[in-house]
């Protein structure tokens, strides 16, 4: 059974650090893209990074400069690294494989930023 799990979250300053980890597992194919979302209580989900098999990457304008996505040669890992987190980064943060045209997700990760 495949399955995507997400890892790293927790509690944080505002202006500290957190890298997440999103890992497939039970799947003999490489993910060809593996994004992460968040969703914050009352808000819809929304994207917040993606990183494609030839290391195209892209980001919501509001992580710019401070989000770094990046994964395994494999492509069965993605790495979220959250730097300069504001206390608007609070959410749980999803990560999504596209394996075979399949989207999958994983149950998420919550991230506060809280002094």
């Known amino acids: 059974q495949v399955q995507v799990m997400e890892s790293g979250g927790g509690l944080v300053q505002p202006g500290g650090s957190l890298r997440l980890s999103c890992v497939i597992s039970g799947s003999i194919y490489s993910a060809t893209a593996m994004s992460w979302y968040r969703q914050a209580p009352g808000k819809e989900r929304e994207m917040v990074a993606g990183?494609?098999?030839?290391?195209?990457?892209k980001y919501a304008d509001s992580v710019k400069g401070r989000f770094a996505i990046s994964r395994d040669h494999a492509m069965k890992t993605a790495y979220l690294q959250m730097n300069s987190l504001q206390s608007e980064d609070t959410a749980v943060y999803f990560c999504?494989?596209?394996?075979?045209?399949?989207?999958?997700w994983g149950q998420g990760t919550q991230v506060t930023v809280s002094s």
């Open positions: 990183i494609v098999s030839g290391g195209n990457t």
């Open positions: 999504n494989a596209l394996i075979r045209g399949h989207s999958m």
